[in-house]
């Protein structure tokens, strides 16, 4: 078995595998790069492999910088099945037509504004490309084993993060992988922990978090400190959210804070209809998280839900205290960027970041401490009060990685660590190896490794795998 590493690597976005084993090639994730333009034009090359070459994919789950590129894989010739958990298979029916709708939307407004260097400028991919892409998508039910390609066998577990998350081992020539996909926290309000699996081969695993510690304090009382001190100024609270998972955290710390008196009387707006869709699906799969009954639907009910384009608009003309909730999380796009362009000029302002920003997106460069961000081909002065509250994260942290990898029995034969920016996965190796005495390894884009089995009955120690790097260089590992 092989495997090629084609994105998540030196970024936490534009999660993408592939595994080899003969003739037969498998995808495990498809997702979009985000951050840095070297890394968005990524989006729009060719994959080495031709999508048509591909038996299945594997999803681990539904967030764009795991699923976004599906649209443009069966745009380009995928015709094979794309296994998921069914609460992702629902998501991504609301995630990905709405990514192929903004997609348009922002090609239009450029057209119409003229900002584009491109003439016309053209969508990634259409929602026409979605709908496509959702035709292949089947689920399956976490623990059981199916058959990937001819030459594979795939397992799922929960891995906590958001609902309908996966982690996935894969079998095949004697050999297995689990790609960790991205691990939730232990003591997560809404998902449970992440599951394990005792025995690997080998391991991918993520290292968003790897080089630091959330905050121990209730994020409840800082959001509620943070939004009070705004009001108190006359100030509008903007927080960019993940529509799947951190805009869901949100409404349900909102609910709390209000039942407890803990927030003036303020409006609270949820700028996202599709975040309002996504969080009617936490009452279908119930069994994929913690909440009861009553905490679905109180959450439905923490905010005013703002559907139509007018309304998103008419909001940016109050100047009276408020919460706008609006996606996209690192201001990549969205609703949230007119908001932005509405209210971070405004030193009365605070715009809140709910979790991680990877380097290269306007949330990054904001938290950093930029003066202007572009947004619609014009520079936008920030002035407002820009914070950031990591513990809303649905990620694991350091310590968090290091008790999942605990529940390994013995080490995965190498580990491969990725999903991180570069300072983040070589604290992480550095931490595995010093507390649990095991290798891990960070890979470069388009590095190919063998897999090879490891020898089970006969005691000789196993054989050096070859690694190939940037698509066609080798070097021993």
């Known amino acids: ?64 910088d795991h699923s976004g590129g599906l649209p443009l894989l069966v745009r380009d010739g995928f015709k094979g099945p794309i296994y998921c958990s069914e609460a992702t298979r629902d998501l991504c029916r609301i995630l990905l037509p ?30 026409a490309d979605a709908l496509a892409a959702l035709e292949r998508l089947t689920p399956v039910p976490f623990g059981h084993t199916f058959r990937a390609g001819s030459a594979f066998q795939a397992t799922l577990r929960h891995a906590g993060h958001i609902l309908g998350a996966a982690m996935v081992r894969i079998e095949a020539d004697g050999a297995s992988v689990v790609f960790s996909g991205d691990l939730g926290r232990q003591h997560d309000p809404l998902m449970a922990p992440p599951e394990h699996f005792e025995q690997s081969d080998y391991l991918v695993m993520e290292s968003t978090y790897g080089d630091r510690v959330h905050n121990p304090e209730d994020p409840a009382v800082l959001l509620a400190a943070t939004i009070k001190a705004t009001a108190a100024r006359g100030g509008v609270t903007v927080i960019p959210s993940f529509a799947v998972g951190r805009a869901q955290t949100l409404l349900y710390y909102m609910q709390r804070l209000k039942a407890a008196g803990e927030l003036p009387p303020l409006p609270v707006y949820l700028n996202s209809p599709m975040a309002a869709d996504v969080t009617a699906l936490y009452r279908r799969h119930r069994h994929d998280h913690r909440l009861s009954v009553h905490d679905c639907e109180a959450m439905s009910h923490a905010a ?19 919460v ?88 995965p034969r190498r580990i491969f660590l990725t999903h991180g920016e570069p300072p983040a996965a070589e604290a992480l190796r550095q931490q595995i190896a010093r507390h649990l005495h095991w290798q891990a390894e960070v890979p470069g884009y388009g ?23 940037g698509l066609g260089r080798s070097r021993p590992s």
């Open 304 to 322: 005013t839900i703002v559907n139509s384009v007018e309304q998103s608009i008419n909001l940016n003309r109050r100047r009276l205290p408020m």
């Open 447 to 469: 590095d190919e490794v063998e897999l090879p089995p490891l020898p089970r009955d006969n005691g000789a120690p196993p054989t050096s795998p070859r690694t190939t790097v």
């Open 1 to 64: 078995m092989k495997l090629t590493f084609l994105g998540a690597t030196g970024t936490v976005t534009g999660s993408r595998y592939v595994l080899t084993s003969g003739s037969e090639r498998i995808m495990v994730d498809c997702g979009l790069f985000q951050g840095y333009k070297a890394l968005r034009l990524r989006n729009r090359e060719p994959l080495p492999v031709a999508p048509g070459q591909l038996s299945a994919v594997v999803l681990t789950h539904a967030h764009l």
């Open 98 to 127: 709405d990514s192929g709708r903004l997609l348009e939307e922002e090609a239009a407004f450029a057209n119409r504004r003229g900002y584009s260097k491109h003439n016309p400028a053209l969508p990634l991919y259409t929602e």
């Open 324 to 411: 706008i909730i609006a996606a996209s999380g690192m201001a990549t796009g969205g609703r949230v960027l007119h908001h932005l362009k509405a209210f971070a000029p405004d030193r009365r302002n605070t715009v809140l970041f709910a979790g991680f920003q990877a380097g290269g997106t306007r949330g990054a460069a904001m938290v950093d401490g930029t003066d202007a961000v572009k947004i619609h081909g014009e520079y936008v002065p920030v002035r407002a009060q820009v914070l950031q509250i990591d513990n809303l994260s649905a990620h694991a942290d350091q310590g968090e990685l290091l008790t999942w990898l605990g529940g390994f029995r013995a080490a």
